[in-house]
């Protein structure tokens, strides 16, 4: 039903009202820390890194300025579209119908982002835990796999309930296990009924509590059910559980309660995840793995090891990856081992020179967590040996660093996720093969986004100056993070000829790759436009063509007639890089009738910058020829200082323009080159 407008005005006016009384949450409040106004001036310029980083921090991605502007107003009104994406993707708040929503449509730059924020479906911004929460209630009555460790008992009903979850949420319960691990059940009071249990579990569980908390065949009055929820309020310290049971009345209100609740539950897991896994991860050396104990009742309520491995890259061994005694009895013992084996062995990081693990990282964690990931899942409802239980834990081991082992375990906690930027591709690969897409999509955003800053990615580097340093600068592999051997980190520097140079974020090819391997669209994507924003730095490289030629042999049965589908999409980028300034310029002659660049066009312009047929118009009188002259033996003597600028082969031309399409056509025809030396047809 549409409201009409004084009915809208007084909802409005009524909002505001139980907002200012604290009964109901201003979605969007204003804000004034530093974080947020640099989060605002980050939208408006379009830095996707920079963005990344501070929502990675914690900034209030609903908030609104003092103009009431949202970061996705911002963005949108600016046309950063990618930057839309990431704000909805990473929570911001586009319900349909919603004044905010509305704003941002109407306020957008182009369709583009016009059309994204119309299609978005609001359920993903909504409630970003839902999933996190949904999976800890079904915890009540999943059965396969076990992964239960306690049961309450009642006179006429028993609870089969998770240590963990009690002991994050309940400080009652807390003590009370750290004191008796070995505890297996637990005899309620009779006094109190049932109902009262049923509601205080639910509560704690994240369920939505039940409008009528007697039923009709209750033997117990709502009174006596209200007494009891008092009592275990008490008992257990649990402080808002009154907030929620008195607000089920109330549809708006309940789900509001609910997400506060759900919020709260989701730091008090948080917090007790740092304080039992992460506190009590250890490392042993690799060869005594074999000989760890870990008991089943134990303290933190831990029913099984997650081992990840350390690799010694200074270690001067033989490199090669020998099984040693104890670690090969484990593997046989636990059935099959974790990890994508063969696919990273052949694609990039372990390789016949590897170093063999000498240290390994272990962690004591909680089946009901794990089982978040549908691997984990099915191991667990399986025959394997990791599903039956014995005195000690089972040891199963991950192929992925310990580090990245600790971010896939933070997340299926917590639903927090911080991926750097040089672990990126290896979680990728881990969040792949343990079926985890929510953090396999977080790990692609993070290269898409971090690796693509405006500081040091996706920039025209054929402009201000740049030209000229790129006839002295080195080769890309240099500006590039080695695939093997060192790491660099991003922002760091090398030495060429003495002077320093950037060093890039990531490694492209292997980013290709990995797109590829494990199909991620996003990735190739990005691949490719990265690529042509800097082509000039590639496309003499040997390992440039070899890509290529992959990616032309990717295509079984290929025709003469079939194109490529990365040289594609990087022509099609290199157009777009180009086309943005010419249509800034104000040059529809450059443009053919699909809006696309004229290559007939762009090769006549670079002919006649060639011929020194295009300068500025001269005076008219007769000391005009002298003077051009002699600017123009100025303007090729000192390059730019004489006002002219210098395109990728060395030549000097009248202005950005003309150097643009010398530049593009220079970049077309070692394209064409390549591809005759490759003998391929595309």
């Not at 730091?267 to 039992?276: H, I, K, M, P």
Request: net charge negative; with cysteine; glycine share 6%.
């Amino acid at each position: 039903m549409v409201l009409r407008k004084d009915q809208l005005e007084l909802k409005l006016k009524d909002d505001e009202q139980l907002i200012r009384q604290g009964i109901l949450r201003n979605e969007h409040p204003f804000e004034d820390s530093p974080e947020f106004h640099e989060f605002i001036h980050a939208c408006r310029r379009g830095d996707l890194k920079h963005c990344q980083e501070l929502i990675s921090g914690g900034v209030n991605i609903n908030g609104k300025d003092k103009y009431d502007y949202t970061p996705l107003i911002i963005a949108s009104l600016c046309g950063h579209y990618e930057l839309v994406q990431l704000l909805l993707e990473s929570g911001a708040l586009a319900d349909p119908d919603s004044f905010e929503r509305e704003r941002a449509v109407y306020n957008a730059l182009n369709n583009k982002i016009r059309n994204l924020l119309l299609s978005y479906d609001y359920t993903k911004t909504a409630d970003p835990l839902q999933a996190w929460s949904s999976h800890i209630t079904s915890l009540l009555v999943r059965e396969i796999p076990k992964t239960t460790d306690i049961t309450l008992l009642t006179a006429f009903e028993s609870f089969h309930l998770h240590k963990f979850i009690l002991s994050s949420r309940s400080p009652y319960f807390r003590r009370k296990f750290a004191e008796a691990p070995e505890t297996a059940t637990w005899k309620l009071s009779h006094s109190i009924p049932v109902e009262a249990f049923r509601v205080v579990i639910r509560y704690l569980y994240l369920g939505e509590l039940p409008r009528d908390l007697v039923g009709p065949r209750s033997a117990a009055t709502e009174e006596e059910v209200f007494k009891g929820i008092d009592k275990l309020c008490k008992q257990l310290e649990i402080a808002h559980l009154w907030e929620a049971v008195l607000s089920t009345t109330d549809r708006r209100l309940a789900r509001q309660r609910h997400q506060d609740e759900v919020q709260r539950a989701q730091a008090q897991v948080t917090a007790y995840f740092r304080d039992t896994v992460l506190k009590h991860k250890f490392t042993v050396d690799t060869r005594r793995v074999g000989d760890v104990k870990w008991p089943r009742d134990n303290a933190i309520s831990a029913n099984c090891l997650l081992r990840a491995d350390e690799f010694d890259e200074f270690d001067e061994g033989e490199g090669e990856d020998v099984v040693e005694p104890a670690e090969e009895s484990l593997i046989s013992s636990n059935g099959i081992p974790i990890g994508p084996i063969a696919a990273l062995n052949s694609t990039n990081r372990t390789s016949n020179g590897a170093k063999k693990p000498k240290r390994s990282v272990l962690f004591p964690v909680h089946k009901a967590f794990l089982i978040r990931s549908p691997y984990f899942e099915t191991m667990f409802s399986s025959e394997f040996m990791e599903a039956k239980e014995t005195e000690h834990l089972h040891v199963i081991k991950v192929d992925c660093l310990p580090e990245v082992l600790e971010i896939i375990l933070t997340f299926l906690y917590t639903e927090k996720s911080d991926c750097p930027l040089e672990l990126a591709l290896d979680l990728l690969y881990a969040t792949d093969m343990l079926l985890l897409d929510k953090l396999k999509t977080k790990a692609a955003v993070a290269i898409s986004t971090l690796g693509s800053g405006t500081s040091n990615a996706l920039v025209d580097r054929t402009h201000g100056g740049a030209a000229d340093e790129l006839q002295q600068s080195p080769p890309a592999t240099l500006t590039s993070t080695p695939s093997s051997g060192q790491q660099q980190t991003p922002g760091s520097s090398t030495e060429w000829d003495g002077q320093p140079v950037e060093v890039e974020p990531i490694n492209v090819y292997d980013v290709i790759h990995a797109a590829w391997d494990l199909k991620v669209q996003r990735l190739e994507d990005f691949a490719a436009k990265y690529l042509a924003s800097r082509l000039e730095d590639y496309i003499d490289e040997e390992e440039f063509a070899e890509l290529i030629q992959e990616s032309a042999s990717r295509l079984k049965r290929r025709e003469e007639t079939d194109t490529i589908e990365l040289l594609d999409d990087i022509r099609y980028y290199l157009g777009e890089r180009f086309r943005f300034r010419f249509e800034g310029d104000g040059i529809g002659e450059m443009l053919n009738e699909e809006g696309e660049i004229d290559a007939a066009q762009v090769e006549g312009l670079a002919a006649e910058a060639e011929d020194g047929e295009i300068r500025p118009e001269q005076p008219s009188d007769g000391q005009g020829e002298v003077k051009g002259e002699e600017e123009r033996r100025s303007t090729e003597g000192d390059g730019e200082e004489g006002g002219g600028v210098r395109t990728l082969d060395g030549k000097v031309v009248e202005d950005e323009f003309v150097s643009d399409a010398v530049n593009y056509q220079i970049l077309l025809e070692k394209i064409d080159k390549m591809l005759d030396r490759l003998k391929l047809g595309a």
